[in-house]
């Protein structure tokens, strides 16, 4: 099977996209498929795959699935690169529009230069509290901020947002001495966590300015998060370490974003989204 493709990237957060608007793949497949796909030998090499699919429900539909064949229900990278595809191949007509994500609908909005879309912002909704729907084990639905929480004999304090998909953010004294490869697969997988997690370390480095560093659910270390960058703002404003509604600068790894989470409790989140390169994988199937 011959499957055409465009590979993109959100400051460095790179997945795979297949538009189901042009061709169609067995759904059994997907899951598969993201695993060769990614692949850094055998396959493109990538964080992930991302379908851009039609759906009745909004404009256009996308879904993610991460290096290990899991689905993810949202994807702020794989959001802004899926408005800019959609506007560039003539999906959508206007400036701004409606996506569907397995976690809810969201608006996008593009600027576009020379028509060629550069930044996108993006409504990614409210941010989700209550412990039992992030979900995170424990006796009560009040939220997790702050939470003494014991992992390889040391206690951390975990604040837990979920933004359509789980967040457990840490803070650390020094970005630069965030314990990613030691701490993140092992709470990622912690039984605390019944759907997995996303694990974030942030550093606060002003009122209005925070550095970040993320091990991926399914993907592992990654050049940046979107979910997770709006995950970090949101727990940052719980306890108090940025200004509350107000425009937080987030810097990952691949770059900046620019996050709000607004008076109307919903977070918005603005970043650029870029094509890296277009082709066929030849897929040999399960
Ligand atoms: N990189 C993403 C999030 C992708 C899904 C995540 N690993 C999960 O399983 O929830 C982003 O930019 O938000």
């Known amino acids: 099977m011959q499957i055409p493709f465009t590979k993109m990237h959100g400051l460095g957060n790179n997945y795979v996209y297949i538009d189901l608007f042009n061709y169609e793949i067995d759904e059994k497949l997907y899951s598969d498929l993201a695993i060769h796909m990614s692949d850094i030998y055998t396959g493109i090499g990538s964080d992930g795959m991302i379908l851009i699919h039609p759906t009745t429900a909004a404009d256009v539909g996308m879904r993610i699935f991460n290096k290990d064949g899991s689905e993810g229900k949202s994807c702020g990278n794989g959001l802004r690169c899926t408005a800019k595809y959609a506007y560039e191949n003539g999906i959508v007509q206007n400036r701004k529009f409606h996506i569907q994500t397995k976690a809810n609908i969201v608006e996008a909005e593009v600027s576009v230069d020379n028509n060629k879309v550069d930044q996108v912002t993006i409504d990614m909704g409210e941010p989700i509290l209550a412990r039992n729907e992030i979900p995170m084990m424990g006796n009560n639905d009040s939220k997790v901020v702050n939470e003494p929480f014991v992992v390889a ?112 409790n919903h977070v918005w989140m603005t970043g650029p989204a870029e094509v890296i390169a277009s082709g066929l994988f030849y897929y040999k199937g399960k």
């Open 153 to 264: 004999g040391e206690t951390q304090y975990v604040t837990a947002v979920s933004m359509g998909n789980p967040h457990a953010v840490f803070f650390v004294n020094d970005i630069a001495e965030a314990p990613l490869e030691t701490l993140g697969p092992t709470i990622e997988k912690d039984m605390r966590f019944p759907e997995s997690i996303n694990v974030e370390f942030i550093e606060v480095v002003s009122s209005t300015e925070i550095n970040f560093r993320v091990w991926e659910r399914g993907s592992g270390i990654t050049q940046a998060c979107g979910t997770g960058a709006c995950a970090a703002v949101v727990a940052a404003t719980l306890n108090e370490k940025v200004t509350k509604s107000h425009p937080i600068v987030v810097h990952l790894a691949g770059g900046d974003l620019n996050i709000e989470w607004k008076e109307d």
